[in-house]
Protein backbone atom coordinates (compact mmCIF):
# COMPACT_ATOMS: atom_id res chain seq x y z
CA UNK A 1 0.00 0.00 0.00
CA UNK A 2 1.19 3.28 -0.70
CA UNK A 3 1.89 5.32 2.37
CA UNK A 4 5.48 6.74 2.71
CA UNK A 5 6.28 9.38 -0.10
CA UNK A 6 9.92 10.34 0.11
CA UNK A 7 10.82 12.79 -2.33
CA UNK A 8 14.96 13.62 -2.89
CA UNK A 9 15.81 17.39 -3.47
CA UNK A 10 19.05 17.91 -5.13
CA UNK A 11 20.44 21.55 -6.71
CA UNK A 12 19.32 22.97 -8.60
CA UNK A 13 15.73 21.73 -7.84
CA UNK A 14 13.37 21.35 -10.60
CA UNK A 15 10.24 23.93 -9.17
CA UNK A 16 7.74 22.58 -10.88
CA UNK A 17 8.08 18.87 -10.77
CA UNK A 18 9.13 19.42 -6.99
CA UNK A 19 6.00 21.29 -6.94
CA UNK A 20 3.50 18.14 -8.72
CA UNK A 21 5.38 15.75 -6.15
CA UNK A 22 4.30 17.86 -3.38
CA UNK A 23 0.51 18.98 -4.58
CA UNK A 24 -0.30 15.19 -5.12
CA UNK A 25 1.25 13.25 -2.28
CA UNK A 26 2.02 16.60 0.09
CA UNK A 27 -1.10 17.93 0.63
CA UNK A 28 -3.53 16.81 3.74
CA UNK A 29 -7.05 15.71 1.77
CA UNK A 30 -8.50 13.21 4.86
CA UNK A 31 -11.41 15.81 4.50
CA UNK A 32 -12.36 14.46 1.15
CA UNK A 33 -11.44 10.49 2.30
CA UNK A 34 -7.91 10.82 0.76
CA UNK A 35 -5.60 8.09 3.17
CA UNK A 36 -3.02 10.38 4.95
CA UNK A 37 -0.02 10.29 3.29
CA UNK A 38 3.90 10.55 5.19
CA UNK A 39 5.11 12.51 3.14
CA UNK A 40 9.24 13.49 3.48
CA UNK A 41 11.26 15.70 1.07
CA UNK A 42 14.92 14.79 1.93
CA UNK A 43 17.89 16.09 0.79
CA UNK A 44 22.20 15.48 1.49
CA UNK A 45 21.77 18.84 3.11
CA UNK A 46 18.86 19.00 5.01
CA UNK A 47 18.08 22.37 6.64
CA UNK A 48 19.87 24.27 4.46
CA UNK A 49 18.70 26.05 1.66
CA UNK A 50 18.92 24.81 -1.58
CA UNK A 51 19.39 26.85 -4.80
CA UNK A 52 16.65 26.16 -7.53
CA UNK A 53 15.92 26.36 -11.41
CA UNK A 54 13.45 29.74 -11.26
CA UNK A 55 15.57 31.91 -9.09
CA UNK A 56 14.13 30.69 -5.37
CA UNK A 57 15.53 29.02 -2.27
CA UNK A 58 14.10 25.56 -0.63
CA UNK A 59 15.01 23.80 2.24
CA UNK A 60 14.51 20.15 2.83
CA UNK A 61 13.74 18.95 6.45
CA UNK A 62 14.31 15.76 6.43
CA UNK A 63 18.05 13.55 5.80
CA UNK A 64 18.22 11.14 2.88
CA UNK A 65 18.08 8.09 5.59
CA UNK A 66 14.87 9.05 5.97
CA UNK A 67 13.94 7.53 2.72
CA UNK A 68 14.83 5.05 3.33
CA UNK A 69 12.28 2.38 3.85
CA UNK A 70 9.73 4.58 1.80
CA UNK A 71 6.72 3.09 -0.53
CA UNK A 72 7.99 5.39 -2.97
CA UNK A 73 11.06 7.41 -3.71
CA UNK A 74 10.60 10.31 -6.07
CA UNK A 75 13.14 12.01 -8.43
CA UNK A 76 11.80 15.58 -9.03
CA UNK A 77 13.95 16.64 -12.37
CA UNK A 78 17.89 17.19 -12.10
CA UNK A 79 20.78 17.25 -14.04
CA UNK A 80 21.46 15.17 -17.29
CA UNK A 81 24.84 14.68 -17.15
CA UNK A 82 25.29 14.21 -13.12
CA UNK A 83 27.00 14.58 -11.60
CA UNK A 84 24.81 12.35 -9.32
CA UNK A 85 25.36 11.60 -5.31
CA UNK A 86 26.50 8.12 -4.64
CA UNK A 87 24.24 8.09 -1.48
CA UNK A 88 20.88 8.51 -3.36
CA UNK A 89 21.56 6.17 -6.18
CA UNK A 90 22.39 3.26 -3.96
CA UNK A 91 18.92 4.46 -2.00
CA UNK A 92 17.41 4.23 -5.58
CA UNK A 93 18.79 0.72 -6.31
CA UNK A 94 17.92 -0.35 -2.36
CA UNK A 95 14.55 1.16 -2.86
CA UNK A 96 13.77 -1.01 -6.03
CA UNK A 97 15.61 -4.10 -4.69
CA UNK A 98 13.37 -4.28 -1.57
CA UNK A 99 9.89 -3.73 -3.17
CA UNK A 100 9.34 -0.28 -3.32
CA UNK A 101 8.63 1.83 -6.32
CA UNK A 102 10.76 4.95 -7.79
CA UNK A 103 9.38 7.62 -9.61
CA UNK A 104 10.91 10.52 -11.91
CA UNK A 105 9.53 13.28 -12.76
CA UNK A 106 11.02 14.66 -16.55
CA UNK A 107 15.04 14.43 -16.20
CA UNK A 108 14.76 12.99 -13.24
CA UNK A 109 15.12 10.05 -15.20
CA UNK A 110 18.76 10.22 -15.65
CA UNK A 111 19.23 9.36 -12.16
CA UNK A 112 17.58 6.22 -12.48
CA UNK A 113 19.31 5.26 -15.37
CA UNK A 114 23.05 6.16 -13.47
CA UNK A 115 21.19 3.59 -10.62
CA UNK A 116 21.10 0.81 -13.50
CA UNK A 117 17.20 1.19 -12.72
CA UNK A 118 16.58 1.54 -16.59
CA UNK A 119 18.64 -1.38 -17.94
CA UNK A 120 16.22 -3.08 -19.79
CA UNK A 121 13.25 -1.85 -19.00
CA UNK A 122 10.83 0.79 -20.73
CA UNK A 123 11.26 4.39 -20.12
CA UNK A 124 10.64 8.27 -20.61
CA UNK A 125 11.53 11.43 -20.14
CA UNK A 126 10.83 14.99 -21.78
CA UNK A 127 11.18 14.59 -25.19
CA UNK A 128 13.63 17.11 -25.47
CA UNK A 129 16.55 14.58 -23.38
CA UNK A 130 15.18 11.65 -24.72
CA UNK A 131 17.91 10.97 -27.50
CA UNK A 132 20.52 11.88 -24.78
CA UNK A 133 19.50 9.52 -22.59
CA UNK A 134 18.98 6.67 -25.05
CA UNK A 135 22.69 7.60 -25.94
CA UNK A 136 24.39 7.42 -23.07
CA UNK A 137 22.20 4.47 -21.74
CA UNK A 138 21.65 2.13 -24.26
CA UNK A 139 20.10 -0.48 -22.18
CA UNK A 140 17.35 1.56 -21.20
CA UNK A 141 14.58 1.38 -23.87
CA UNK A 142 13.44 4.89 -24.45
CA UNK A 143 9.89 5.63 -25.83
CA UNK A 144 9.42 9.66 -26.89
CA UNK A 145 6.14 9.01 -27.83
CA UNK A 146 4.38 8.41 -24.11
CA UNK A 147 3.61 10.21 -20.88
CA UNK A 148 4.54 7.99 -18.54
CA UNK A 149 5.88 4.26 -18.51
CA UNK A 150 5.54 2.39 -15.17
CA UNK A 151 7.80 -0.84 -15.72
CA UNK A 152 7.65 -3.04 -12.64
CA UNK A 153 8.41 -0.88 -9.93
CA UNK A 154 9.86 2.04 -11.74
CA UNK A 155 7.68 4.85 -13.00
CA UNK A 156 9.25 7.43 -15.12
CA UNK A 157 7.52 10.46 -16.91
CA UNK A 158 7.26 13.11 -19.36
CA UNK A 159 8.26 16.80 -18.68
CA UNK A 160 5.99 19.21 -17.14
CA UNK A 161 1.78 17.68 -16.95
CA UNK A 162 3.23 14.30 -17.41
CA UNK A 163 4.38 14.30 -13.68
CA UNK A 164 0.89 14.95 -12.71
CA UNK A 165 -0.65 12.33 -14.82
CA UNK A 166 2.07 9.77 -13.30
CA UNK A 167 1.70 10.87 -9.76
CA UNK A 168 -2.31 9.94 -10.46
CA UNK A 169 -1.53 6.96 -12.31
CA UNK A 170 0.30 5.50 -9.32
CA UNK A 171 -2.76 6.48 -7.23
CA UNK A 172 -5.13 5.12 -8.80
CA UNK A 173 -2.82 1.37 -9.36
CA UNK A 174 -2.39 1.44 -5.83
CA UNK A 175 -5.16 3.20 -4.16
CA UNK A 176 -8.09 2.73 -6.67
CA UNK A 177 -9.65 5.21 -9.21
CA UNK A 178 -12.13 7.14 -6.46
CA UNK A 179 -8.58 8.04 -4.55
CA UNK A 180 -7.39 8.95 -7.34
CA UNK A 181 -10.18 11.16 -9.12
CA UNK A 182 -10.54 12.98 -5.43
CA UNK A 183 -7.04 14.19 -5.54
CA UNK A 184 -7.26 15.32 -9.22
CA UNK A 185 -10.74 16.74 -8.23
CA UNK A 186 -8.98 18.95 -5.49
CA UNK A 187 -6.13 19.75 -7.99
CA UNK A 188 -8.79 20.71 -10.93
CA UNK A 189 -6.83 18.61 -13.68
CA UNK A 190 -8.66 15.49 -15.67
CA UNK A 191 -8.32 12.66 -13.01
CA UNK A 192 -6.60 10.28 -16.02
CA UNK A 193 -4.58 10.44 -18.89
CA UNK A 194 -3.45 7.32 -20.53
CA UNK A 195 0.86 6.87 -20.63
CA UNK A 196 0.38 6.32 -24.28
CA UNK A 197 -1.27 9.63 -25.14
CA UNK A 198 1.92 11.31 -27.20
CA UNK A 199 4.36 14.35 -25.68
CA UNK A 200 3.86 16.55 -28.74
CA UNK A 201 2.68 17.06 -32.23
CA UNK A 202 3.58 18.41 -35.05
CA UNK A 203 0.75 19.88 -36.35
CA UNK A 204 0.40 23.64 -35.05
CA UNK A 205 -2.07 24.20 -32.51
CA UNK A 206 -5.17 26.03 -33.49
CA UNK A 207 -5.74 29.38 -32.92
CA UNK A 208 -8.94 29.03 -31.95
CA UNK A 209 -10.11 25.78 -29.35
CA UNK A 210 -12.18 23.62 -31.26
CA UNK A 211 -14.96 23.69 -29.04
CA UNK A 212 -16.73 20.93 -31.29
CA UNK A 213 -14.51 18.27 -30.00
CA UNK A 214 -14.64 18.93 -26.55
CA UNK A 215 -18.49 18.57 -26.70
CA UNK A 216 -18.32 15.35 -28.51
CA UNK A 217 -16.02 14.28 -26.16
CA UNK A 218 -17.91 14.67 -23.10
CA UNK A 219 -21.20 13.49 -24.96
CA UNK A 220 -19.24 10.54 -25.67
CA UNK A 221 -18.49 10.21 -22.17
CA UNK A 222 -21.94 10.09 -21.03
CA UNK A 223 -23.05 7.45 -23.96
CA UNK A 224 -19.71 4.88 -23.61
CA UNK A 225 -22.79 1.61 -23.66
CA UNK A 226 -23.41 3.33 -27.38
CA UNK A 227 -21.51 2.30 -30.45
CA UNK A 228 -19.58 4.67 -31.63
CA UNK A 229 -17.50 5.16 -34.80
CA UNK A 230 -14.99 7.84 -36.22
CA UNK A 231 -18.21 8.53 -38.92
CA UNK A 232 -20.66 9.29 -36.40
CA UNK A 233 -18.54 11.36 -34.16
CA UNK A 234 -17.33 13.13 -37.44
CA UNK A 235 -21.05 13.93 -37.63
CA UNK A 236 -21.75 15.48 -34.67
CA UNK A 237 -19.04 17.39 -34.64
CA UNK A 238 -19.72 18.88 -38.01
CA UNK A 239 -16.80 17.86 -39.44
CA UNK A 240 -15.30 16.01 -42.71
CA UNK A 241 -14.17 11.92 -41.48
CA UNK A 242 -10.28 13.18 -42.20
CA UNK A 243 -10.97 16.69 -40.76
CA UNK A 244 -12.24 15.06 -37.37
CA UNK A 245 -9.62 12.33 -37.16
CA UNK A 246 -6.74 14.80 -37.86
CA UNK A 247 -8.22 17.42 -35.42
CA UNK A 248 -8.63 14.94 -33.04
CA UNK A 249 -5.22 13.39 -32.84
CA UNK A 250 -3.72 16.91 -32.88
CA UNK A 251 -5.53 18.54 -29.86
CA UNK A 252 -5.94 15.18 -27.92
CA UNK A 253 -2.92 13.77 -28.36
CA UNK A 254 -4.45 9.87 -29.43
CA UNK A 255 -6.78 8.11 -31.97
CA UNK A 256 -10.19 8.63 -31.45
CA UNK A 257 -10.54 5.09 -31.13
CA UNK A 258 -7.53 4.57 -28.46
CA UNK A 259 -9.17 7.56 -26.71
CA UNK A 260 -12.56 6.26 -26.75
CA UNK A 261 -10.75 2.79 -25.41
CA UNK A 262 -9.31 4.57 -22.62
CA UNK A 263 -12.55 5.62 -21.36
CA UNK A 264 -14.34 2.70 -21.36
CA UNK A 265 -11.70 0.65 -19.39
CA UNK A 266 -11.77 4.00 -16.68
CA UNK A 267 -15.98 2.94 -16.90
CA UNK A 268 -15.02 -0.61 -16.06
CA UNK A 269 -12.68 0.25 -13.47
CA UNK A 270 -15.39 2.63 -11.77
CA UNK A 271 -18.32 0.27 -12.06
CA UNK A 272 -15.36 -2.86 -10.52
CA UNK A 273 -14.78 -0.75 -7.59
CA UNK A 274 -17.86 0.53 -6.77
CA UNK A 275 -20.79 -2.20 -8.06
CA UNK A 276 -21.78 -5.82 -7.69
CA UNK A 277 -22.36 -6.08 -11.33
CA UNK A 278 -21.46 -9.19 -12.86
CA UNK A 279 -18.32 -8.77 -15.52
CA UNK A 280 -20.71 -9.12 -18.61
CA UNK A 281 -22.79 -6.81 -17.39
CA UNK A 282 -19.98 -4.35 -16.83
CA UNK A 283 -18.82 -5.20 -20.55
CA UNK A 284 -22.25 -3.51 -22.01
CA UNK A 285 -22.87 -0.82 -19.44
CA UNK A 286 -18.85 0.18 -20.32
CA UNK A 287 -19.25 -0.01 -24.18
CA UNK A 288 -17.38 -3.70 -24.71
CA UNK A 289 -19.61 -5.49 -26.70
CA UNK A 290 -19.13 -9.15 -24.57
CA UNK A 291 -16.96 -9.85 -21.31
CA UNK A 292 -14.03 -11.05 -23.37
CA UNK A 293 -13.49 -8.38 -25.13
CA UNK A 294 -13.50 -5.96 -21.75
CA UNK A 295 -10.68 -8.58 -20.60
CA UNK A 296 -8.65 -8.13 -23.40
CA UNK A 297 -8.76 -4.04 -22.99
CA UNK A 298 -8.70 -4.57 -19.85
CA UNK A 299 -5.58 -6.50 -19.36
CA UNK A 300 -3.57 -4.73 -21.81
CA UNK A 301 -3.99 -1.62 -20.21
CA UNK A 302 -4.63 -2.21 -16.47
CA UNK A 303 -2.05 -4.94 -16.80
CA UNK A 304 -4.43 -7.29 -14.44
CA UNK A 305 -8.01 -9.21 -15.44
CA UNK A 306 -11.04 -7.50 -14.16
CA UNK A 307 -11.74 -9.73 -11.78
CA UNK A 308 -8.36 -9.19 -10.18
CA UNK A 309 -8.83 -5.82 -9.64
CA UNK A 310 -12.17 -6.32 -8.28
CA UNK A 311 -10.40 -8.55 -5.71
CA UNK A 312 -8.09 -5.74 -4.48
CA UNK A 313 -10.20 -2.55 -5.09
CA UNK A 314 -13.93 -3.40 -4.78
CA UNK A 315 -15.67 -1.40 -1.92
CA UNK A 316 -12.32 -0.16 -0.72
CA UNK A 317 -12.65 1.40 2.61
CA UNK A 318 -11.03 4.78 2.47
CA UNK A 319 -9.75 5.85 5.84
CA UNK A 320 -7.62 8.96 7.11
Not at 60 to 71: N, Q
Not at 74 to 87: C, L, T
Not at 100 to 108: D, F, K, T, Y
Not at 129 to 135: I, M, T
Request: aromatic content about 6%; proline content about 7%.
Amino acid sequence: MLRTIAVIAQEPVATFELGVLCEVFGIDRTDDGVPAFDFRVCSARPGEPLRTTTGLSVIAPHPLEAARGADLVAIPGGAVDGPYDPEVLDLLRDTAARGGRVLSVCSGAFQLAAAGLLDGRECTTHWRHAARLAEKHPRACVDLDVLYVEDGPVLTSAGTAAGIDACLHLVRTELGSEVATRIARRMVVPPHRSGGQRQFVETPVPTEPCEGLQDVMEWVAERLDEEHSIPSLARRAAMSERTFARRFTAEVGTTPHKWLTSQRVLRARHLLESTDLDIERIARESGFATAAVLRHHFQRQIGIPPVAYRRAFARQPVTA
